[in-house]
């Protein structure tokens, strides 16, 4: 696709007293440490375009433009660093997303499968399931790519089965990686970057994960199922990442004598969901490998932080990062542009810096965006190693006038190195005052009969709990005790343990699941009127969202302490749920969404409910990332639940 804008090549910027550097030196500029002449600016706009351009909203000054052409004609760098997947010479560029292998015109090193291994590909409809099979037996994946997906603008299929269900997958996936081998796609990226040519810096890659590990976690397994195998089958786990790492140690070869410039080492980076210990020890050595085999070729390396890089700040600065991109600062996660840009600008290129609620003016009042773009460029310094853009995209709903505000912004006042109190700062909170806030440690049941039983909980050992579960029994314990004071005891304090940042993920799933077997198993020995003492609750991802990580969470903890759960998955339809409230009668709806785009869904759920008679008869709460109390208020939902341990209180508290 040539970029046929209307306008002289290698030097689009619109206004003529700006042309000093093109976009692509400026950028390179930002990547290298050098100071360019202006902020660059190189907002992500591909999901706004798709979903806009497919539902016929684009704005009309645009209407009949590719992207590109949009964002030249603003003035805006291209964002070039994650691959167009829509536009691939290669019908089956996206056929293998389930093993994390992808055929794209911007990735400079392919994997490539053995002939030794038989893959049997059936398409239904939106549908593509794949068997693959080996010497070691065979697994099956099945992946979907929607019209309802294309409309909301996402360009990935989604994995719908992954290709782990069994301990045993791992090592006929391993079977598959140790056979496969890596090919050089110079040529293809070179016309990419042709292509680009100075309106832009094309980012290589060849997958999006940071290393064997990181790329189990990221293809191979169901999201929350990846934390129950870390802990349960590490030895399997790591026989994987062995064979997977004698791939992206080749690959690695083959990047660094292509001909690109930066690429991306990883993605979706979290504290929660990439957590501290474990990234500590299979992701930071990958991105330093990256770096001692990619540095001294002059390849930078990027990797795309957009989640809550809290706990990761001194890991990531650490780490051999050079660029982090779709950084997500305060107020939709917790560290400040501002503490970002102190922490890590001595050594790291910050690329992002405006959360894309800023755009969206029902979330962020026209008063807060403008603060927020004061304190933004007040709180960058002199503006080197600073690349502006929307972390982690666009939204579909997006004020596009925002955006080309931002832009005239940069144009006006973003002549670098920028002049100290030029903007109006504003006061952020740091790290430190961020953590401060943090609740006191609810008080926990210190009963010495249940110590054990609380043990076990907290380490998550399912037979030693239920163990525990029937001595107690024998020494003629209470049901109800052993539940309240032991387990819920135990559970509360991992909780508070996990806010703090003392356990992770895969702990607290353990200690769920163990006291979720336990309290099953204590079920019949408890009085009527204690059995599922909380009662029934209906959870699920409303229509048009696909994040499920933090909704099974609150599944499993609202289980864990007792309740009776029923999950429907994510992309869940308003008449769904409606169906499901008449069909399970439960006390409790509770609705989560991770996308602004997805939150109108539930106010549509709650009229649908009314209008279906019901809504009386079921308490509805909301939660999710970008979901708020005032959101939960305007729509009329019961409650609002920021966590899963706020959600627990909450269905306590309404359920009485
Ligand atoms: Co997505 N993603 N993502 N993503 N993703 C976010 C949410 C985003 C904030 C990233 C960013 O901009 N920095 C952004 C949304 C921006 C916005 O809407 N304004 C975003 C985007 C844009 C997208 C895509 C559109 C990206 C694209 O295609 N370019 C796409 C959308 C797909 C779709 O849904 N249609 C997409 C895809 C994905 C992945 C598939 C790659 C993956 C999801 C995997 C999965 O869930 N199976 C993913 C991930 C991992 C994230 C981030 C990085 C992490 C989310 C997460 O799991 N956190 C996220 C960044 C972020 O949130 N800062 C991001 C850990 C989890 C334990 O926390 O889910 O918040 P959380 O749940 C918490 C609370 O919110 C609460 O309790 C949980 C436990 O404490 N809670 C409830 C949740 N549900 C509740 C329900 C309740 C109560 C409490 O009921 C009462």
């Given at each position: 696709?040539?970029?046929?804008?209307?306008?002289?090549?290698?030097?689009?910027?619109?206004?003529?007293?700006?042309?000093?550097?093109?976009?692509?030196?400026?950028?390179?500029?930002?990547?290298?440490?050098?100071?360019?002449?202006?902020i660059?600016y190189?907002?992500?706009?591909?999901?706004?375009?798709?979903?806009?351009?497919?539902?016929?909203?684009?704005?009309?000054?645009?209407?009949?433009?590719?992207?590109?052409?949009?964002?030249?004609?603003?003035?805006?760098?291209?964002?070039?660093?994650?691959?167009?997947?829509?536009?691939?010479?290669d019908?089956?560029?996206?056929?293998?997303?389930?093993?994390?292998?992808?055929?794209?015109?911007?990735?400079?090193?392919?994997?490539?499968?053995?002939?030794?291994?038989?893959?049997?590909?059936?398409?239904?409809?939106?549908?593509?399931?794949?068997?693959?099979?080996?010497?070691?037996?065979?697994?099956t994946?099945?992946?979907?790519?929607?019209?309802?997906?294309?409309?909301?603008?996402?360009?990935?299929?989604?994995?719908?089965?992954?290709?782990?269900?069994?301990?045993?997958?791992?090592?006929?996936?391993?079977?598959?990686?140790?056979?496969?081998?890596?090919?050089?796609?110079y040529?293809?990226?070179?016309?990419?970057?042709?292509?680009?040519?100075?309106?832009g810096?094309?980012?290589?890659?060849?997958?999006?994960?940071?290393?064997?590990?990181?790329?189990?976690?990221?293809?191979?397994?169901?999201?929350?199922e990846?934390?129950?195998?870390?802990?349960?089958?590490q030895?399997?786990?790591?026989?994987?990442?062995?064979?997977?790492?004698?791939?992206?140690?080749?690959?690695?070869?083959?990047?660094?004598?292509?001909?690109?410039?930066?690429?991306?080492?990883?993605?979706?980076?979290?504290?929660?969901?990439?957590?501290?210990?474990?990234?500590?020890q299979?992701?930071?050595?990958?991105?330093?490998?990256?770096?001692?085999?990619?540095?001294?070729?002059?390849?930078?390396?990027?990797?795309?932080?957009?989640?809550?890089?809290?706990?990761?700040?001194?890991?990531?600065?650490?780490?051999?990062?050079?660029?982090?991109?779709?950084?997500?600062?305060?107020?939709?996660?917790?560290?400040?542009?501002?503490?970002?840009?102190?922490?890590?600008?001595?050594?790291?290129?910050?690329?992002?810096?405006?959360?894309?609620?800023?755009?969206?003016?029902?979330?962020?009042?026209?008063?807060?965006?403008r603060?927020?773009?004061?304190g933004?460029?007040?709180?960058?310094?002199?503006?080197?190693?600073?690349?502006?853009?929307?972390?982690?995209?666009?939204?579909?709903?997006?004020?596009?006038?925002r955006?080309?505000?931002?832009?005239?912004?940069?144009?006006?006042?973003?002549?670098?190195?920028?002049?100290?109190?030029?903007?109006?700062?504003?006061?952020?909170?740091?790290?430190?005052e961020?953590?401060?806030?943090r609740?006191?440690?609810?008080?926990?049941?210190?009963?010495?009969?249940?110590?054990?039983?609380?043990?076990?909980?907290?380490?998550?050992?399912?037979?030693?709990?239920?163990?525990?579960?029937?001595?107690?029994?024998?020494?003629?314990?209470?049901?109800?005790?052993?539940?309240?004071?032991?387990?819920?005891?135990?559970?509360?304090?991992?909780?508070?343990?996990?806010?703090?940042g003392?356990?992770?993920?895969?702990?607290?799933?353990?200690?769920?699941?163990?006291?979720?077997?336990?309290?099953?198993?204590?079920?019949?020995?408890?009085?009527?009127?204690?059995?599922?003492?909380?009662?029934?609750?209906?959870?699920?991802?409303?229509?048009?969202?696909?994040?499920?990580?933090?909704?099974?969470?609150?599944?499993?903890?609202?289980?864990?302490?007792?309740?009776?759960?029923?999950?429907?998955?994510?992309?869940?339809?308003?008449?769904?749920?409606?169906?499901?409230?008449?069909?399970?009668?439960?006390?409790?709806?509770?609705?989560?969404?991770?996308?602004?785009?997805?939150?109108?869904?539930?106010?549509?759920?709650?009229?649908?409910?009314?209008?279906?008679?019901?809504?009386?008869?079921?308490?509805?709460?909301?939660?999710?990332a970008?979901?708020?109390?005032?959101?939960?208020?305007?729509?009329?939902?019961?409650?609002?639940?920021?966590d899963?341990?706020?959600?627990?209180?909450?269905?306590?508290?309404?359920?009485g």
């Open positions: 696709m040539s970029l046929d804008t209307g306008f002289q090549a290698g030097v689009r910027i619109s206004r003529k007293e700006d042309l000093m550097m093109t976009h692509r030196q400026r950028l390179l500029a930002a990547v290298r440490g050098d100071m360019p002449d202006h660059p190189a907002p992500r706009i591909d999901l706004w375009y798709n979903a806009n351009s497919l539902n016929g909203t684009l704005p009309r000054r645009h209407q009949g433009k590719t992207r590109d052409q949009i964002a030249l004609s603003e003035g805006w760098a291209l964002h070039k660093v994650v691959a167009d997947h829509l536009h691939q010479p019908p089956d560029a996206m056929l293998h997303r389930a093993l994390g292998v992808h055929f794209m015109k911007e990735y400079v090193a392919h994997f490539t499968f053995s002939d030794q291994i038989k893959i049997d590909v059936h398409r239904e409809g939106d549908r593509t399931r794949i068997r693959y099979t080996t010497a070691k037996g065979s697994i994946t099945s992946t979907v790519y929607s019209q309802e997906m294309r409309r909301s603008g996402t360009s990935v299929p989604w994995i719908e089965e992954h290709a782990v269900k069994t301990p045993d997958d791992l090592k006929v996936l391993a079977g598959i990686f140790e056979y496969m081998d890596v090919v050089a796609n040529e293809a990226f070179k016309t990419h970057q042709a292509e680009v040519g100075e309106n810096l094309p980012v290589t890659a060849f997958t999006v994960a940071a290393g064997p590990v990181h790329h189990i976690q990221k293809y191979f397994l169901d999201a929350t990846f934390f129950h195998y870390y802990r349960d089958h030895p399997e786990i790591l026989y994987l990442a062995d064979a997977l790492a004698l791939l992206y140690e080749k690959a690695l070869r083959v990047v660094a004598e292509s001909p690109a410039e930066v690429i991306q080492w990883g993605s979706n980076f979290d504290d929660m969901l990439t957590f501290p210990p474990m990234f500590a299979h992701f930071v050595p990958w991105i330093r490998k990256a770096k001692e085999v990619l540095g001294p070729k002059n390849i930078r390396i990027l990797c795309h932080t957009d989640g809550e890089n809290l706990g990761l700040m001194d890991l990531l600065h650490g780490s051999g990062m050079d660029v982090a991109e779709a950084v997500c600062p305060a107020p939709m996660t917790k560290v400040s542009i501002q503490e970002y840009y102190r922490r890590w600008s001595d050594r790291i290129t910050i690329f992002g810096g405006v959360p894309s609620n800023l755009l969206l003016p029902q979330l962020t009042p026209e008063k807060d965006f603060n927020f773009m004061d933004l460029f007040s709180g960058i310094g002199t503006g080197a190693r600073f690349i502006l853009g929307i972390a982690d995209t666009t939204p579909p709903d997006a004020d596009f006038e955006l080309v505000r931002i832009g005239d912004m940069v144009r006006e006042k973003g002549r670098l190195p920028l002049e100290a109190g030029a903007f109006n700062p504003v006061g952020t909170a740091t790290d430190a961020v953590l401060a806030k609740e006191p440690a609810a008080p926990v049941s210190q009963d010495t009969r249940f110590t054990k039983i609380r043990q076990a909980v907290l380490d998550g050992q399912e037979q030693a709990l239920i163990g525990q579960v029937k001595e107690l029994l024998q020494q003629k314990a209470a049901p109800k005790d052993i539940i309240d004071l032991g387990m819920v005891a135990a559970m509360e304090t991992l909780n508070q343990a996990f806010k703090d003392t356990v992770f993920i895969p702990e607290v799933l353990a200690a769920a699941r163990a006291m979720n077997a336990a309290v099953l198993f204590l079920e019949p020995h408890l009085a009527e009127k204690d059995k599922r003492a909380g009662g029934k609750i209906l959870i699920g991802t409303v229509k048009g969202d696909l994040h499920d990580i933090g909704k099974n969470m609150v599944a499993t903890m609202l289980r864990g302490v007792g309740f009776n759960v029923v999950d429907l998955g994510i992309s869940v339809a308003v008449d769904a749920f409606v169906r499901k409230v008449a069909e399970e009668r439960p006390q409790v709806l509770a609705l989560s969404a991770l996308l602004t785009t997805t939150m109108p869904e539930m106010r549509k759920v709650i009229g649908a409910l009314t209008r279906a008679g019901s809504r009386e008869t079921v308490k509805v709460i909301v939660g999710g970008p979901v708020n109390k005032n959101f939960a208020n305007d729509i009329g939902a019961d409650g609002y639940a920021k899963a341990a706020e959600a627990i209180d909450l269905a306590r508290s309404l359920i």
